[in-house]
C-alpha cells in the first residue's frame, strides 16, 4: 500500500498564476479531506468527499478555490489565481469514519 | 464551537519526565470515532491512535497510553519518560458518523522534549 500519494510536494508559483494540486487516495477508502495548514490558523478543512461527492466545501475560502474528484482514485484542488495568502501546506487525507491517512503535503509557496 | 479542544498550545518536558496532552471534545452523536496524530518537525501527519464511542477501554502502546472517558468528553494521551524524538505537535481530532464523517481537529498541543 502505497498510503495516500500528493503531488507535487513542493510548488513555488508567482502570484496570479494557477496552481493544481493533486492527490489519489488510498484504494478502497471512500471519504478524501483537503486540509490547509498554515501557523496563524492551524489545520482548516476546505473541502471533503464521501464516494467521490462533495459534502460540505464550506471551508473553501474564496471562488478562487475548487475541488473536484471525477474518480474514486483521484482529486485535485484548484486555485485560481493564486496570492501570496495561499501559502500554506495542503494536505490530502483519505479513509473511513474508522480511521483517515494523511499524505505528505504540498507545500505551496505563492510569490 | 469547537469540538475538538486541545487547551495546552505549547508544553515543554525535560527529557524522561511524563507528560499528559489533554483533549476534550463535543460531539451529540452516540457513534464517533477518536483520534491522535502527531506532525513531528518533518511535517507529515503520523496516525497514532483511533478509539470507537463504544470502548472506553484505556490502550497503552510502549510509553504511550490513551485515557478515554465519555463521562467529561476527555480522551488524554500521556507520554511517559519522554524522549527528545516525542517533541513533535500532537492533534486530538474527532469523526462522527451523523455529520457523513465529517473529521475535526483540534489546534494541536506543541511539545517541546529538553535533554
Known amino acids: 500500500d502505497a498510503g495516500v500519494i500528493q503531488s507535487p510536494r513542493h510548488e513555488v508559483t508567482e502570484m496570479g498564476q494557477e496552481v493544481t494540486l493533486r492527490c489519489k487516495p488510498i484504494s478502497g477508502h471512500n471519504s478524501l479531506f483537503w486540509y490547509r495548514q498554515t501557523m496563524m490558523r492551524g489545520l482548516e478543512l476546505l473541502i471533503y468527499f464521501n464516494n467521490n461527492v462533495p459534502i460540505d466545501d464550506s471551508g473553501m475560502p474564496e471562488d478562487r478555490f475548487s475541488a473536484k474528484m471525477p474518480n474514486a482514485s483521484f482529486s485535485t484542488l484548484k486555485i485560481q489565481p493564486s496570492e501570496p495568502r495561499d501559502s500554506a501546506v495542503y494536505f490530502c487525507?483519505?479513509?473511513?469514519?474508522?480511521?483517515?491517512?494523511f499524505g505528505s503535503g504540498t507545500r505551496l509557496t505563492v510569490v | 464551537a469547537q469540538k475538538v479542544t486541545q487547551a495546552q498550545t505549547e508544553i515543554s518536558v525535560v527529557e524522561k519526565e511524563d507528560v499528559t496532552l489533554d483533549c476534550v471534545y463535543e460531539?451529540?452523536?452516540?457513534?464517533?470515532?477518536l483520534f491522535w496524530y502527531k506532525q513531528p518537525p518533518s511535517g507529515e501527519l503520523v496516525f497514532l491512535i483511533r478509539?470507537?464511542?463504544?470502548?472506553?477501554q484505556n490502550e497503552i502502546s510502549g510509553r504511550y497510553s490513551w485515557n478515554f472517558q465519555k463521562s467529561t468528553s476527555s480522551f488524554n494521551f500521556t507520554i511517559t519518560a519522554s524522549q527528545v524524538v516525542d517533541s513533535a505537535v500532537y492533534f486530538c481530532?474527532?469523526?462522527?458518523?451523523?455529520?457523513?464523517?465529517?473529521?475535526?481537529f483540534g489546534t494541536g498541543t506543541s511539545l517541546t522534549v529538553i535533554p
Open positions: 478509539r470507537n464511542s463504544f470502548d472506553e
Open positions: 481530532a474527532l469523526s462522527e458518523v451523523g455529520t457523513g464523517n465529517q473529521f475535526y
Open positions: 460531539t451529540r452523536d452516540t457513534t464517533y470515532y
Open positions: 487525507a483519505s479513509g473511513q469514519l474508522s480511521g483517515y491517512t
